[in-house]
């Protein structure tokens, strides 16, 4: 199974502030990797598909960059309702499996 | 628009069964895969297997394979998730997703929150 971790596992940022997450894969993925958005009690929603695309309705302050191994969300101007965990996933092979989550905290 | 809706909470004893189903609307549902995840308290995400709407070809986490069964019901466009032999570690919240092509999943069910307990 591929093995998926993320850093940090948390953050403390504020409205307005840059914030960059890290996924990386045990094995290479290609660009087989997608971020997803989960607020307290809530379902995950996509966010990033296939590494750096966005679905639409996503605002354009998301991004995704990387391919292999190693990825990034950046999120290039925090704003309240970003405040949330965030969860790399990937589907180069079943299983599919998801990273541990990076939760972003208000500062 | 797509809408995954699923059955309500349920509390169980250890080493009953659970039965969660997922509906689907706002969209043509043979032709899109339902996948299940769950999310134990305070962790991250597994997923458990894919359920096709047709019925024909599940695909499911191996060490969970014994106990698992998902199928499908196309006259109500609903998905089900039935889990046996349950023990207290599948206390979680139980998630449908449909599949958006290429194991990705763009849209989710609110969620079915499990508890084993005796």
């Known amino acids: 199974d591929i093995q998926m971790t993320q850093s940090p596992s948390s953050l403390s940022a504020s409205v307005g502030d840059r914030v960059t997450i890290t996924c990386r894969a045990s094995q290479s993925i290609s660009q087989y990797l997608h971020w997803y958005q989960q607020q307290p009690g809530k379902a995950p929603k996509l966010l990033i598909y296939a590494a750096v695309s966005l679905p639409s309705g996503v605002p354009s302050r998301f991004s995704g960059s990387g391919s292999g191994t190693d990825f990034t969300l950046t999120i290039s101007s925090l704003q309240p309702e970003d405040f949330a965990t965030y969860y790399c996933q990937q589907s180069d092979s079943i299983p599919v499996t998801f990273g541990p989550g990076t939760k972003v905290q208000i500062k | ?118």
Not at chain 2, 14 to 32: E, L, M, N, R
Not at chain 2, 92 to 108: H, I, M, N, P, T
């Open chain 2, 1 to 118: 628009q797509v809408q995954l809706v699923q059955s309500g909470a349920e509390v169980m004893q250890p080493g009953a069964s659970v039965q969660i189903s997922c509906k689907a609307s706002g969209y043509s549902f043979t032709d899109y895969r339902i996948h299940w995840m769950r999310q134990a308290p305070g962790q991250g995400l597994q997923w458990l297997g894919i359920g096709d709407p047709l019925g024909v070809g599940t695909t499911y986490l191996r060490k969970l394979q014994d106990r698992l069964a998902m199928t499908t019901d196309t006259s109500t466009n609903t998905v089900y998730l039935e889990l046996s032999s349950l023990r207290s570690e599948d206390t979680a919240v139980y998630y449908c997703a449909r599949e958006g092509g290429g194991f990705l999943f763009d849209s989710w069910g609110q969620g079915t929150p499990v508890t084993v307990s005796s």
